[in-house]
């Protein structure tokens, strides 16, 4: 089965890190971009980060309001992509997923979504 | 403030035609496919349409369209489970990232 599946969602303190992993199944992992994108409660998607397939060079983009805290990375050879998150704040409590788009470059609408990951900034 | 425009909420009967709309500028809807996702009560996203092309397992009740800095995504002969938010995604070769629109809520009457 084609899926996605993401782990490490917490409760975290403020200003503490957090890293997300989004488990690949089903489909050649390594040929195609990835993304995290998420969702506040009760707001809409928020694209964070994109990173391309080895054919694009592994590059990543990230949405300026969280660059230098968010940092997108993959391991091909595991079908996993990661997010890892510094200094978190309790604007970043969100709804995190993964998602995949159509191709390597990340420039294709999206195709297929994880069920998402809760991350809650709290003390 | 999103980079893309979509209706807040549009409603209909069943069995009626809605059509939901996605306004970007030549950085974004001009140039690149235009992504729509439905999410139903807060659930996880599911794709929809790629462009005009139909995932597989989309009913063929839904297509899409594209004009110009504008894309659509039609649903004819609308049924109750359709009632859900559903956003539009691009690229913005401007700004470098996938951009989304705010969502439109369908209420299916």
């Known amino acids: 089965e084609v899926q996605l599946v993401e782990s490490g969602g917490d409760l975290v303190q403020p200003g503490r890190s957090l890293r997300l992993s989004c488990t690949a199944s089903?489909?050649?992992?390594?040929?195609?971009?990835m993304n995290w994108v998420r969702q506040a409660p009760g707001k809409g998607l928020e694209w964070v980060s994109l990173i391309r397939s080895g054919a694009y060079g592994g590059t990543t983009e990230n949405t300026a309001s969280m660059r230098g805290r968010f940092i997108i990375s993959r391991d091909d050879s595991k079908n996993i992509a990661y997010l890892q998150m510094n200094s978190l704040k309790s604007d970043d409590t969100a709804v995190y997923y993964c998602a995949r788009n159509r191709e390597g470059h990340g420039s294709s609408p999206i195709d297929l979504w994880g069920q998402g990951a809760l991350v809650t900034v709290s003390s | 403030q999103s980079a893309l425009t979509q209706e807040a909420s549009v409603s209909g009967t069943v069995g009626q035609t809605v059509t939901l709309s996605c306004t970007g500028d030549?950085?974004?809807?001009?140039?690149?496919?235009v992504g729509w996702y439905q999410q139903i009560s807060h659930g996880a996203p599911k794709s929809v349409m790629f462009?005009?092309s139909l995932p597989s397992g989309i009913p063929d009740r839904f297509s899409g369209s594209k004009s110009g800095t504008t894309a659509s995504l039609t649903i004819s002969g609308l049924q109750p489970e359709d009632e859900a938010d559903y956003y539009c995604?691009?690229?913005?070769?401007?700004?470098?990232?996938?951009?989304f629109g705010g969502g439109t809520r369908l209420t299916v009457l």
């Open positions: 089903g489909f050649r992992f390594a040929d195609y971009a």
């Open positions: 462009g005009d």
């Open positions: 030549r950085n974004n809807v001009a140039s690149y496919a």
């Open positions: 995604s691009t690229w913005d070769f401007s700004l470098r990232a996938q951009v």
